[in-house]
């Protein structure tokens, strides 16, 4: 994944949870660590579009990956259905 970013606090969509991020000269600082902002790592790092992937990884500069699958795997087998789940639907399978 060479296209992927990892999200940082200067993004208009960071929110730290706990108010606790401010700038300091060239670089955000958290007052709840008195350390360097650091969104891998914080529990109360939030990304208002919701878009924030574990490891801090920027969801919006990952590409989704779609696989097309039969309609016969995607059903699968049918399930066969006894006492009351079979007087309310009528069938003794379902697909």
Do not use: H
Not at 13 to 23: G, L, Q, R, T
Not at 26 to 31: K, P
Not at 55 to 69: A, D, F, L, N
Request: overall charge positive.
């Amino acid at each position: 994944m060479a296209q992927t970013k990892t999200c940082s606090p200067t993004c208009q969509s960071f929110k730290c949870v706990k108010n606790s991020a401010f700038y300091r000269r060239d670089t955000v600082w958290c007052r709840w660590t008195d350390d360097a902002c650091n969104v891998a790592n914080c529990t109360y790092a939030l990304c208002v579009k919701r878009r924030l992937l574990p490891r801090g990884i920027c969801g919006e500069t990952v590409k989704r990956k779609t696989v097309e699958k039969a309609p016969e795997e995607v059903i699968g087998e049918s399930i066969k259905l006894r006492g009351k789940a079979l007087r309310k639907i009528g069938d003794r399978e379902i697909f």
